[in-house]
């Protein structure tokens, strides 16, 4: 337990104090493109080990391969910090098999990012179950949840409340809109799974963060507005001018201002936040409340 600070003192508040991921071990899902490509570069780049998971292995493998580049050769882990790792986490089996696989290798782990999702886009009136439905549900949101609890043996493993683990949930600002048909769905399209399975990550993220706050595991849930991925594509082939014009910022999401955000939530500053969920949008969501 940290002593309290005397009024006359003030601890170590530098950066490296404060921001520094050297070291931990992470685990990224679907980290072989979009936003967890990125969110792994940042790790990466900061001095940290990451298994980047997913169905294609190919694709990993020239992930990793470029990601190791730009990792620090004199850091803890050289230009060997990438890992690629094939899984298919679409149901328990598949969350049970990797974290066994990362249980072979570490001994513990500091960072979860439970990234992989999709979505599916389909007209109202004939919108399908198994598709739409449930590979939405199960990948974006049990799937969470499952990778969460297969890894807590290693995430609890010597951890405080001033070093703790960072479970990472990525969520949507679509979890806060109820516009399903919109320019990233296509013309008499909609998304209309998708957003409740982003709201249902946000509360599932604060079951958890209440669940776990005692093993010193801190669970947030990260909130991307449009950034350029697989999913959004579409969208930003189609109508980028239309989407740009949406977000005050006048641009979309890049890789620095979510990787950013990871290293908060993962170092030491981000010891004393669980249950955040925290918008990455460039104030989109600003949009949708009138000004007076």
């Not at 598709?131 to 990778?147: A, E, H, I, P, T």
């Not at 509360?203 to 959004?232: K, W």
Request: with cysteine.
């Amino acid at each position: 337990m940290p002593k309290d600070v005397a009024p006359d003192e003030m601890p170590d508040m530098t950066l490296p104090a404060l921001f520094s991921v050297k070291g931990k071990i992470a685990v990224v899902t679907g980290g072989g493109s979009g936003l967890g490509k990125m969110m792994s570069a940042a790790l990466v780049q900061n001095g940290a080990k990451v298994y980047i998971a997913s169905r294609k292995l190919d694709e990993l493998e020239r992930v990793a391969k470029l990601l190791n580049e730009g990792a620090p050769a004199d850091g803890p882990f050289g230009r060997e910090a990438c890992i690629p790792i094939k899984a298919d986490i679409q149901n328990k089996a598949g969350c049970d098999a990797l974290a066994a696989e990362i249980s072979a290798r570490e001994k513990s782990l500091d960072i979860l990012i439970n990234n992989s999702g999709l979505t599916w886009g389909a007209a109202l009136t004939d919108f399908p179950e198994e598709k739409g439905w449930d590979r939405v549900f199960d990948l974006n949101v049990k799937s969470q949840f499952y990778m969460t609890v297969a890894l807590l043996p290693l995430l609890e493993v010597n951890k405080s409340n001033t070093h703790h683990a960072s479970v990472i949930n990525v969520a949507s600002v679509a979890a806060y809109s109820p516009m399903a048909s919109n320019p990233l769905a296509g013309a008499g399209s909609g998304t209309y799974s998708y957003q409740p399975s982003k709201a249902a990550s946000l509360h599932l993220t604060r079951t958890l963060a209440f669940e776990l706050a005692d093993r010193f595991i801190m669970v947030n849930a990260l909130c991307p507005g449009v950034f350029p991925s697989r999913m959004t594509s579409y969208g930003l082939t189609e109508s980028r001018d239309l989407l740009e014009a949406g977000q005050p910022t006048g641009r979309v999401g890049l890789p620095e201002d979510i990787g950013g955000t990871v290293i908060m939530l993962a170092s030491r500053a981000g010891s004393h936040i669980t249950g955040a969920a925290i918008s990455i949008d460039g104030g989109q969501m600003l949009q949708y409340i009138p000004k007076l």
